[in-house]
């Protein structure tokens, strides 16, 4: 890749880091809550979950930020990343879909904190029209597009059911967000130049579920191959044998 300059916002960035940035922003911001000015990157990336390795090649797509023998100013190097991901800006959400998954985000105080700003919530249903829901009123589905154009919304989030999912997104994009971030488990359909993140929480713990189990096998196998001895049901030690 050529090099740019540190300035250069256009640079490019892979996607698997730009997806652990917001990791070591969070970790940052957790330092400097404890009063810590400067980190190592074996401090930083213990923070973060991963190894300094990987976080000085994340933060090499940055630019140059660290001091060789002395290491990273947490507030400047804060700011470079929460600069780079949008977040010295803030941004204004919509969230379509206020059943108990879109409750709790539209409850979710970390948000605000991080620069969104949910500006409208939105469902079909006419029950809940009216309501409000962490001091914001639901409105009808069918203002999605003026409250856009309005509040010059980029980001949407769709917390639906399956069914309706497609649906939300097409008028998502039609209206002109051309971000969304998806907790329906569907896959959407977008033109080119609308990003779609989607979490699944159903997948998560699916694979939390796999882990659980590769544990108890090995932990079954490793029991199986011990070569004598019986084993103590309460703390899963071989017990000695006691001859007779």
Same mark, same amino acid.
């Given at each position: 890749?050529?090099?740019?300059?540190?300035?250069?916002?256009?640079?490019?960035?892979?996607?698997?880091?730009?997806?652990?940035?917001?990791?070591?922003?969070?970790?940052?911001?957790?330092?400097?809550?404890?009063?810590?000015?400067?980190?190592?990157?074996?401090?930083?990336?213990?923070?973060?979950?991963?190894?300094?390795?990987?976080?000085?090649?994340?933060?090499?797509?940055?630019?140059?930020?660290?001091?060789?023998?002395? $290491?990273?100013?947490?507030?400047?190097?804060?700011?470079?990343?929460?600069?780079?991901?949008?977040?010295?800006?803030?941004?204004?959400?919509?969230?379509?879909?206020?059943?108990?998954?879109?409750?709790?985000?539209?409850?979710?105080?970390?948000?605000?904190?991080?620069?969104?700003?949910?500006?409208?919530?939105?469902?079909?249903?006419?029950?809940?029209?009216?309501?409000?829901?962490?001091?914001?009123?639901?409105?009808?589905?069918?203002?999605?597009?003026?409250?856009?154009?309005?509040?010059?919304?980029?980001?949407?989030?769709?917390?639906?059911?399956?069914?309706?999912?497609?649906?939300?997104?097409?008028?998502?994009?039609?209206?002109?967000?051309?971000?969304?971030?998806?907790?329906?488990?569907?896959?959407?359909?977008?033109?080119?130049?609308?990003?779609?993140?989607?979490?699944?929480?159903?997948?998560?713990?699916?694979?939390?579920?796999?882990?659980?189990?590769?544990?108890?096998?090995?932990?079954?196998?490793?029991?199986? $191959?011990?070569?004598?001895?019986?084993?103590?049901?309460?703390?899963?030690?071989?017990?000695?044998?006691?001859?007779?």
């Amino acid at each position: 890749m050529t090099a740019r300059s540190t300035t250069d916002t256009t640079r490019d960035i892979p996607e698997a880091t730009v997806a652990r940035l917001p990791v070591y922003l969070r970790a940052l911001i957790s330092l400097a809550d404890r009063n810590i000015a400067v980190c190592s990157s074996e401090e930083l990336a213990a923070a973060a979950g991963v190894n300094s390795a990987k976080l000085r090649k994340d933060l090499s797509y940055l630019g140059s930020y660290g001091t060789r023998g002395v $290491g990273y100013d947490v507030d400047y190097l804060r700011y470079q990343i929460a600069r780079e991901i949008g977040g010295t800006q803030e941004w204004p959400v919509v969230i379509v879909g206020i059943g108990n998954l879109g409750h709790a985000l539209a409850s979710f105080s970390g948000f605000r904190s991080r620069g969104f700003r949910i500006v409208a919530l939105l469902d079909a249903d006419a029950s809940l029209h009216g309501k409000e829901v962490a001091g914001i009123a639901v409105r009808p589905f069918d203002e999605l597009a003026a409250i856009v154009a309005e509040q010059q919304v980029a980001i949407g989030v769709i917390s639906v059911p399956a069914p309706a999912a497609q649906d939300v997104a097409d008028a998502m994009v039609q209206a002109g967000v051309s971000s969304i971030l998806n907790f329906a488990p569907v896959v959407l359909s977008v033109p080119p130049g609308v990003d779609v993140r989607k979490v699944d929480l159903s997948i998560e713990l699916q694979i939390l579920a796999y882990h659980e189990s590769r544990k108890a096998h090995t932990e079954a196998a490793d029991l199986d $191959g011990m070569p004598s001895g019986r084993v103590n049901s309460v703390s899963g030690a071989a017990a000695p044998e006691v001859s007779a």
